[in-house]
């Protein structure tokens, strides 16, 4: 399972799921950049494509969160857009999705532990982001903690597990079976890469607009 | 019975015992939701936006029972803290 080629720069140890990662986002970031360079009126095949994707993304974050969408969407796109490339790249032979490395999805994990409280604290300022953990009960402040890190937690090992276990089942079936036996297999993993991004997306968006709506809420007591 | 005849055992017999049943219980509750899920999608067809979406949380939510189950049991299998205490 961990056989990853790693190199030395300096004292960090560069592993093949952080160059898979580099990869990632040198693509998305030049398609995203490439297909926004020549926006017509009336669009043409590609920017049909891009300009649908924006406003399924849009009217999907708005649904959750009216008020504040727009302030959140660059961060649960990004969200989006990269999981859903990084789960499926795990499909190209030679290739592993860097998901399904603890590491990872810890990280993005723990941006949105950040943000959410970054959001929180610039929609309604300190005093009252801080207030919302001593409502309704000062008595609730260990459980609004604890539910803090446990849901950070949940978030990075639903993700690792999901993406870890589908290649841990194809490899399976491929040992006991032979070869194109797992083909079944990596139907659903395509399947599960989609749901996986977009559970991920969304429970992070679900944690922000909490943090945001619950503030409008007591701002307006 | 040598001491790692019975740590592999015991943990080949919790793993499978603990897959069957992380398996099969996180499954009974899915298939609640989805029967609530499908009888308000049949009362009222035009909430299905709001269903759906929560539908697909819960079930991730529950699904990631599942997960941690056999993240434990992969632990238990690959990577068995307490071997080190009859390896040493």
């Given at each position: 399972m961990e056989q990853d080629i790693s190199f030395n720069l300096g004292p960090l140890s560069i592993g093949l799921s952080l160059l898979t990662t580099w990869g990632i986002m040198l693509i998305v970031t030049a398609a995203a950049w490439l297909s926004t360079r020549h926006l017509e009126l009336i669009p043409g095949s590609v920017q049909t494509l891009v300009e649908g994707i924006v406003v399924a993304i849009d009217e999907a974050i708005l649904a959750v969160a009216p008020q504040h969408g727009r302030q959140i969407l660059p961060f649960i796109a990004t969200l989006w857009l990269f999981l859903v490339v990084a789960n499926l790249v795990?499909?190209?032979?030679?290739?592993?999705?860097?998901?399904?490395d603890l590491s990872v999805t810890t990280a993005l994990a723990v941006l949105v532990f950040f943000s959410v409280h970054w959001f929180g604290i610039k929609t309604l300022g300190l005093k009252k982001y801080l207030r919302h953990y001593l409502t309704p009960s000062p008595i609730l402040l260990p459980f609004h903690i604890i539910s803090e890190f446990t849901r950070t937690l949940a978030l990075a090992i639903r993700l690792f597990g999901n993406m870890m276990s589908l290649e841990m089942a194809a490899m399976l079936i491929m040992m006991v079976a032979g070869f194109l036996a797992p083909i079944p297999i990596l139907m659903l993993h395509i399947i599960e890469a989609l749901v996986q991004a977009y559970i991920f997306g969304m429970l992070a968006l679900i944690y922000l607009a909490g943090a945001m709506q619950s503030q409008q809420l007591n701002a307006q007591e | 019975m040598s001491d790692i005849a019975l740590i592999v055992l015991g943990s080949s017999v919790a793993a499978i015992i603990g897959i069957a049943l992380g398996v099969m219980l996180p499954a009974l509750a899915m298939g609640k939701a989805i029967n609530s899920a499908l009888e308000a999608l049949s009362r009222q067809p035009e909430s299905e936006k709001a269903v759906m979406r929560t539908l697909f949380i819960g079930m991730a939510m529950i699904e990631s029972l599942a997960i941690y189950c056999l993240v434990i049991i992969l632990i238990v299998l690959f990577r068995n803290p307490l071997l080190e205490y009859i390896v040493k």
């Open positions: 795990g499909l190209i032979p030679g290739l592993h999705s860097p998901t399904r | -």
